[in-house]
């Protein structure tokens, strides 16, 4: 587990009645030396929320004060579908305050997500500004210690503990969905930084290798693998990592592992009988990117054999956003003269900004070249980028929208070059059932 000292820590009254969950938060307390822990009950999380420790995780962690170490929220996943009447309650004790705005994961009810790209649950359908599949995606504990500047779910942790509740559920969730061959855990945390002392995602671990054919995905920064090493795995886990140069993963990802570091933890796992993945994602076109970026794929293809890889520059923030969150100057000139040109003709570029089209292209166009100087096999392709970019780099990649397999999609399963059905298709079929 990482290095977390002293850190606050608010507890759910409703983990205070459940064994197993009061267990792990010992468990946490233990290792942390946490000096004590504050009972909050649901009304009391707006006030809880107020507080100053609170107030300085808000925001992309690149525009406000750095932390060292993260808050936390401890309490316990609900399955009850009574989401509506807590907030009520929560509303009626809190006059003024709008608990429908209240994220999910206070209150236990993120559990498992049906992803559809911002679109409606069942318009199933490619979104043409974010070309990605549709599926169920599992939170285990939003928030993250890692300080990635881009990023709004730095500094703060929000933890369910009940873990055999979660499983028995999830159980359920997998029987329920047999087209769904692999399941992304985390979207908004990075799992791996409270194990093995929490033992939540070694119980996940543990779970899919029990599963024929089905598989779990860990997206992460992290280099804590070595507890991975003695867990029944089965080859199950699929590790995909989001990798970065190394000025970005030093200086804009700060406490997550450097570009080595990943590597090398993947490396480990790959020794481990566990498939790996890389996610050039996001990519920040930084002063020097492109020799960076070699150097990079030169150490991935030296040290690993990818299952696949995928690609997206970075998106869904405006030019002042960018502006806010990391120093411009750090930055290829060429790149913030286009971004800032595109932000001043005024064009809503939805999700696809700060850099505009070309600009992406061009940091594509160049990761193409030299993932195939190394290797002319391994699969490559976009992720969640928009379908015109699919049709202007479909070609060169050798893939297109209906059948590129990548680093989490639902039925990317290890060892496949493309995917053997259209995937909107099948979850047409299947939309959503728990
Ligand atoms: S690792 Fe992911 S969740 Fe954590 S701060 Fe970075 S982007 Fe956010």
């Avoid at 030296?302 to 998106?315: F, G, Q, V």
Wanted: proline share 7%; hydrophobic share 35%; aromatic share 10%.
């Amino acid at each position: 587990m990482y290095r977390i000292e002293n850190p606050a820590v608010f507890v759910s009254d409703r983990v205070l009645r459940d064994e197993e969950s009061l267990d792990r938060l010992n468990a946490f307390v233990e290792t942390t030396k946490a000096p004590g822990w504050e009972v909050v009950k649901d009304e009391e999380i707006p006030a809880m929320l107020e507080r100053p420790v609170w107030k300085g995780v808000r925001g992309k962690a690149g525009a406000r004060e750095r932390i060292d170490t993260p808050v936390f929220f401890f309490n316990t996943f609900r399955f009850d579908g009574k989401s509506d009447e807590v907030r009520r309650r929560i509303a009626a004790a809190n006059p003024g305050y709008d608990a429908d705005k209240l994220p999910d994961y206070y209150l236990g009810y993120r559990h498992f997500v049906w992803f559809n790209s911002g679109q409606p649950a069942d318009d199933i359908k490619p979104n043409p500004e974010h070309v990605c599949r549709p599926c169920w995606r599992l939170n285990i504990s939003p928030g993250c210690p890692h300080e990635c500047a881009y990023c709004s779910m730095a500094g703060f942790m929000a933890v369910g503990l009940n873990v055999s509740e979660y499983l028995a559920h999830l159980d359920r969730l997998v029987e329920a969905n047999p087209w769904q061959r692999t399941y992304l855990v985390d979207d908004a945390s990075d799992v791996l930084v409270l194990e093995p002392e929490m033992n939540f995602f070694s119980e996940m671990v543990r779970f899919f290798g029990t599963k024929r054919d089905r598989y779990l995905i860990a997206h992460t920064k992290s280099a804590n693998v070595d507890f991975l090493r003695s867990l029944a795995h089965a080859g199950h886990t699929i590790m995909c990592y989001s990798l970065a140069a190394e000025t970005q993963s030093t200086q804009l990802e700060r406490m997550s592992a450097t570009t080595d570091q990943r590597i090398e933890a993947a490396r480990k796992c790959q020794q481990w009988g566990m498939p790996i993945r890389f996610k050039f994602k996001p990519i920040i076109p930084v002063r020097n990117w492109r020799d960076e970026a070699r150097d990079m794929i030169r150490k991935v293809f030296e040290k690993t054999r990818p299952d696949n890889l995928s690609m997206t520059a970075l998106m869904w923030m405006s030019f002042e956003d960018l502006e806010a969150c990391m120093d411009l100057d750090m930055l290829d000139p060429a790149s913030v003269d286009a971004a800032r040109k595109a932000a001043e003709n005024g064009a809503d570029h939805g999700r696809l900004q700060p850099f505009p089209h070309d600009v992406r292209r061009e940091i594509y166009e160049f990761y193409l070249r030299e993932v195939r100087a190394h290797d002319k096999n391994t699969p490559l392709t976009l992720s969640t980028e928009s379908l015109e970019m699919w049709s202007d780099l479909g070609p060169a990649l050798g893939t297109a929208p209906a059948t590129y397999t990548c680093g989490c999609g639902p039925c990317a399963t290890p060892g496949l070059k493309e995917l053997p059905e259209n995937p909107w298709k099948i979850a047409r079929r299947n939309v959503p059932s728990r």
